[in-house]
């Protein structure tokens, strides 16, 4: 299965990049929109993080889930950029006051950028996007702590799984620019 998972994200990687079809790459992008997460998962979910199918794999779950619910992506989007004091807004490109339809587009622009552009810059964009999401959400969760303990829980969870995925999107990239991404 992980050899499988290797092989395919190879193979699907260097196929995009060298062929430069613009419809191919539309293709992969609007892929989980039109078939879901479930053929991907099946194998690469497995794989370890910094790994490139565990790479393409959290691009593809960072974009299902502002693709599945880009209000609630804009309003962390927007707490984040306004909290966070890094670089990270700027590198991930997004503009604010940001809707939810120009995340959308942003979240496909970085994954389109994966495969037709410098790939560590798209998991760069992708761990920087994912570090104001989960600043976002972590304000978010403050806010809520003491009226609505749940949703702060939710909050705060979420903000965990978004740093965690923009860690291992910032290792991979680094990998990536020393060709020990596989």
Known sequence: MSRAAHSTATTLLARVRDEEDPAVVERL??????????D???LW???PAKSLP??????YLVQLSIHDDPRT????YERGHRELRTTDPLVAGARTPVAPDELVALIDTILRGAFTGDFALALDRAAAFCRVQAS???HLADDYETTEPDRAT???TRALRLSSFADDLAVAARMWRRDELI
């Open 54 to 59: 565990g790479s393409l794999w959290r691009l």
């Open 29 to 38: 992008i609007s892929f989980t929109d039109s078939h879901g997460i479930d």
């Open 73 to 76: 992506a804009s309003l962390l």
């Open 154 to 156: 939710a909050f705060t």
């Open 136 to 138: 976002g959400a972590t």
């Open 45 to 47: 979910a497995r794989s």
């Open 40 to 42: 991907i998962a099946q």
